[in-house]
């Protein structure tokens, strides 16, 4: 059975901090592994890794992907008040249609 | 963001119901999913579709079914609504079978 778990399950930090947030994953016949933002509505997309080793940059967002170790990491520079959401990570299978999804890592960013 | 909406968006109805939930993209996308969102347990895919008429079950299928008619139209009914069927549920279309991009939600209660 597929798996994915985010650490840590939340975390607390001020404003102008570099924050980490993990996922690691267990999916037979693996085809891609996504990250999405949630605040108070529908997941936003931000990053689809299906390489290893490849960062993903959208302004003060990265992701890279590990797939000998099988996890993948999200950071966020600087961050804002405005990136408090909770962060979801999900698998994707060749053998399948779902996004397997991690439970989230509820970030709140402090003034 | 992706055309998609939901509706309703709120609904209140009572145990033994029937209740249909409506996807509607503008999107032409091929796939479309429904996932629910309940604390504790993340997004789980309840059905999805790889075009009209085309539909197959998800990890929580059990209580709901699903039509598709046209390629914008995707409906969730649950034919007797139970407790355990409160939830937020999401939408999702595709073009491919990869990032997925969510609809606003519908939050249901059932009483």
């Known amino acids: 059975e597929d798996k994915v778990v985010q650490s840590p399950l939340s975390l607390v930090v001020h404003e102008g901090d570099t924050v980490t947030l993990n996922c690691s994953y267990e999916?037979?016949?693996?085809?891609?592994l996504l990250w999405y933002k949630q605040e108070k509505k529908a997941p936003t997309f931000l990053f689809m890794l299906?390489?290893?080793?490849i960062e993903k940059k959208s302004g003060r967002l990265s992701s890279i992907l590990d797939k000998k170790e099988l996890f993948s990491i999200l950071n966020i520079t600087a961050t804002q008040t405005g990136d408090s959401a909770v962060y979801l990570c999900?698998?994707?299978?060749?053998?399948?249609?779902?996004?397997?999804f991690g439970k989230g890592t509820s970030l709140l960013v402090t003034p | 963001d992706a055309g998609i909406t939901q509706s309703p968006r709120h609904k209140v109805t009572e145990t033994g119901t029937p209740v249909t939930l409506r996807c509607h993209q503008t999107?032409?996308?091929?796939?479309m999913y429904w996932y629910r969102q309940d604390p504790g347990h993340g997004l789980r895919l309840i059905h999805y579709?790889?075009?009209?008429?085309?539909?197959d079950k998800g990890e929580v299928s059990d209580g709901y079914s699903v039509s598709r008619s046209k390629t914008e139209d995707f409906l969730l009914t649950l034919e007797s609504a139970t407790s355990s069927q409160t939830s937020v549920y999401f939408c999702?279309?595709?073009?491919?079978?990869?990032?997925?991009?969510f609809g606003p939600g519908t939050r249901l209660t059932v009483l």
């Open positions: 999916v037979t016949n693996f085809r891609s």
């Open positions: 999107e032409n996308h091929r796939y």
């Open positions: 999702a279309i595709s073009e491919q079978l990869t990032e997925q991009f």
């Open positions: 579709s790889y075009g009209v008429k085309d539909t």
């Open positions: 299906t390489s290893s080793g």
């Open positions: 999900a698998v994707n299978s060749n053998s399948g249609y779902a996004l397997n």
